[in-house]
């Protein structure tokens, strides 16, 4: 197995546009989250998914940001009408069931301009 | 609300022994120990279950004390491979995603 994978690695777009980020977790966990880290910060929870079925999602999420994970496989990651405090880290991990340790991607740094 | 942890940062020479406490005001049901460079995703360390557990792993280990809500990882004969930011983490709440805690920046100097 790969590990967990991420795209784009990096993307810069301007105030007001739409992105989507992909995450492809390890084929054999069925748990995926999406956290967002800035520069010296831990990261900070956005939203989970146990297969295909978005079990927590951080209040703090604003209604810009929307996820979805079909089929229980790869998940995306949409912020609409960006801002600039959108800027940061978007990290994928994924997990099985149970007590067990993330595995995390390697992460999308997106830069709003 | 987020762990804290202490310290904020930690500069060592190779060889030296550190520790690293986090610490919640909210309920621990199991702690999670991450390692991250700089430029680089967090990497999985270790995961304590238990009030009392205490995990080894090389020269890295931890402990975690449920009733005071805290725990500590402990690095010993610190190797310059050591350096990177260090976060606890832990379900709150019976939540099932973690919450990590404010992150520890180790510095191992030869």
């Known amino acids: 197995d790969t590990g967990v994978s991420q795209d784009p690695r990096h993307k810069i777009t301007k105030r007001g546009q739409n992105v989507t980020f992909r995450c492809d977790p390890i084929s054999e966990h069925n748990r995926l989250y999406w956290y967002r880290q800035t520069l010296g910060q831990g990261p900070e929870f956005l939203t989970y998914?146990?297969?295909?079925?978005?079990?927590?999602k951080s209040r703090l999420l604003s209604d810009r940001f929307s996820a979805e994970r079909p089929k229980g496989s790869f998940s995306t990651l949409e912020i609409q009408r960006t801002e600039q405090g959108d800027s940061a880290m978007y990290l994928c991990?994924?997990?099985?069931?149970?007590?067990?340790?993330?595995?995390f991607g390697s992460g999308t740094r997106l830069t709003v301009v | 609300q987020q762990p804290v942890q202490s310290p904020q940062a930690v500069i060592l020479r190779e060889g030296e022994d550190a520790v690293i406490n986090c610490s919640s005001s909210?309920?621990?049901?199991?702690v999670h120990w991450y390692r991250q460079k700089h430029g680089e995703a967090p990497v999985f360390l270790m995961i304590?279950?238990?009030?009392?557990e205490q995990k080894g792993h090389e020269k890295i280990s931890a402990s975690f004390n449920e009733k005071k809500q805290q725990s500590s990882l402990y690095l010993t004969a610190s190797q310059l491979s050591y350096s990177g930011t260090y976060f606890c983490g832990g379900p709150q709440t019976g939540a099932n995603n973690l919450f990590f805690g404010t992150g520890t920046r180790l510095t191992v100097i030869p």
């Open positions: 909210k309920a621990l049901y199991s």
């Open positions: 304590l279950l238990k009030g009392g």
């Open positions: 991990a994924s997990s099985s069931t149970g007590p067990y340790g993330y595995t």
């Open positions: 998914f146990q297969n295909e079925a978005q079990l927590e």
